[in-house]
């Protein structure tokens, strides 16, 4: 018997010599780890063959073996649990960390909404704006003009390409529209902000409906007081060119501007490339001018609402001297 193991009870003794050996084997193995009783003694057999053994003696033998507490051995279920509860515990933390960090990135993600040429939406920015979108344009915001979920930005800015009319709530923060080269800084106005970037300069157009909106190039300060050009007048617009100050407020007609906006279309004093371009997004049909530029007019046209397509070649082709037909690739023009 191992010298740590405590004699055998007085009262457990059997009368039986014999029996004596196999209940101090028994005594030694219910006092040895759990760990131990699974590798070097089974209990139960033991346990089982000395009350075979209890019923086989004589009847000096008491009936029942008088009971002796043991612990219960855990069974190989629980010790599995046990060893697998600091991996759930780890995999279920590294799965809230990664759904933490892509929450994180989704968030930073601006909202971009772009119209296709020939299309034309509406969208609600989250302080309630509104904003009417042109064919061929794009407009990006921070999601829900928030810098960290439930943290406010300084700012309410969206960026812009293409051509979009704003209506701004007021706010006790300012409304900015960034384009490729300008900035337009508002704080409760209606206006249309006509972008474009092409072979030229990049060039930023804005008309005042009614408000208050101060135009600035993009690579001046904003701390600079003589770099914008303060549009406070209806009717009034002022055009950024590459990275120069801005052209002084000048005095222009409405209907032109807002013409899309009833499904119309308006252009003042513009070449006719420049006539073929706008009528490509507002329609989005590729048109081919098979003429040199230089054989054309400038020329200014205006259909209030409803305008068609091939209404607009005939007018055009009318007022400059040429005809158009129509090609598995969209329209061309070309002289009679």
Not at 31 to 50: E, I, K, P
Request: with cysteine; charged share 25%.
């Amino acid at each position: 018997m191992d010298p740590d193991t405590p004699p055998l009870p007085p009262e457990l003794r059997p009368p039986d010599a014999d029996a004596t050996q196999d209940y101090e084997r028994i005594w030694a193995a219910l006092h040895r780890t759990d760990d131990a009783q699974a590798s070097t003694y089974n209990v139960d057999a033991a346990w089982g063959d000395l009350a075979d053994r209890l019923d086989l003696d004589d009847a000096s033998q008491p009936a029942e073996a008088p009971a002796v507490d043991r612990p219960a051995r855990p069974s190989d279920h629980d010790t599995d649990s046990r060893l697998l509860r600091p991996a759930r515990t780890l995999a279920a933390a590294v799965l809230v960390l990664c759904a933490v960090a892509v929450g994180a990135w989704w968030w930073q993600q601006p909202v971009s909404v772009t119209t296709a040429a020939g299309e034309q939406t509406t969208v609600v920015l989250p302080d309630g704006s509104t904003v009417k979108l042109n064919g061929g344009t794009t407009l990006a915001y921070d999601r829900g003009f928030q810098s960290l979920p439930f943290v406010p930005a300084a700012q309410r800015r969206v960026q812009l390409t293409g051509e979009a009319f704003f209506e701004v709530d007021d706010g006790d923060r300012p409304f900015h529209v960034t384009t490729p080269n300008a900035r337009v800084e508002v704080l409760g106005t209606t206006f249309d902000v006509r972008t474009r970037t092409g072979e030229d300069a990049p060039e930023t157009t804005v008309t005042l409906t009614s408000g208050r909106v101060r135009l600035r190039p993009t690579a001046a300060p904003a701390s600079a007081p003589d770099s914008g050009v303060v549009l406070s007048e209806t009717g009034h617009a002022s055009r950024v060119v590459a990275d120069r100050v801005p052209t002084a407020p000048e005095a222009v007609d409405l209907k032109y501007v807002q013409a899309w906006r009833n499904g119309g279309f308006g252009i003042q004093n513009a070449s006719l490339p420049t006539v073929l371009e706008e009528l490509e997004r507002r329609f989005g049909v590729l048109l081919f001018l098979r003429v040199p530029s230089a054989d054309t007019a400038p020329m200014t046209l205006h259909y209030a609402a409803d305008a068609e397509l091939e209404d607009v070649l005939r007018d055009i082709c009318v007022i400059q001297g040429l005809s158009y037909r129509k090609t598995s690739r969209g329209y061309e023009l070309v002289r009679d």
